[in-house]
């Protein structure tokens, strides 16, 4: 559940008060179809300005900060578990918190290329079957909830488990963090 704060009440009473304007200044119009169609019309604008700015309010009112993540592999499963805490750090209470882990692998980083990463002779993989080829994805990208009804100023730990592909080296690991 997401929280309204206060200045999204008052937001949602001005975007209801702008409506209502519309709709008194709307009524001069004689003809019912226009009359109608300018209601219609202030809805959909109204509506819509009050929808896009309850995104904005939150990400300007719920901050969320990821304060420490680590990360160590379990070979024997074949997993990669994260620890880390989230911290509030803004005024109001956040109502969920997920964390995005993108691993990448085998990143080619700018200005560092090499041979092996541009061209990679196929040899004998050309014989072998492309469903194993297309079943190795190069990355994987996973969402998680990671702190749900945070209190301003607050700290909660997490820890989450995710599989990691055995054939994967040189993994680049991509953490974002997303509060409303």
């Given at each position: 559940m997401t929280y309204f704060t206060i200045i999204h009440w008052l937001m949602l009473l001005f975007f209801l008060a702008?409506?209502?304007?519309?709709?008194?200044?709307?009524?001069?119009?004689?003809?019912?179809?226009?009359f109608w169609s300018m209601v219609f019309a202030s809805f959909l604008v109204t509506s819509t300005a009050a929808?896009?700015?309850?995104?904005?309010?939150?990400k300007y009112t719920k901050k969320?900060?990821?304060?420490?993540?680590?990360?160590?592999?379990?070979?024997?499963?074949?997993?990669?578990?994260?620890?880390?805490?989230?911290a509030n750090v803004g005024k109001f209470t956040i109502g969920k918190c997920k964390l995005t882990?993108?691993?990448?692998?085998?990143p080619v980083e700018a200005g560092k290329l090499s041979g092996g990463q541009?061209?990679?002779?196929?040899?004998?993989?050309f014989f072998k079957s492309k469903e194993k080829k297309e079943n190795r994805p190069n990355t994987i990208e996973k969402e998680f909830v990671v702190a749900r009804d945070l209190k301003p100023r607050e700290v909660q730990p997490f820890t989450?488990?995710?599989h990691y592909p055995p054939y994967f080296s040189k993994t680049r690991l991509i953490y974002k963090l997303y509060c409303h």
């Open positions: 702008l409506f209502i304007l519309l709709v008194i200044v709307s009524r001069k119009e004689s003809r019912p179809n226009v929808v896009f700015s309850m995104f904005v309010l939150d969320g900060k990821l304060l420490s993540i680590e990360n160590h592999r379990i070979l024997r499963t074949e997993e990669i578990v994260f620890k880390g805490k989230v882990v993108k691993m990448i692998n085998n541009i061209f990679k002779p196929s040899g004998l993989e989450i488990r995710m």
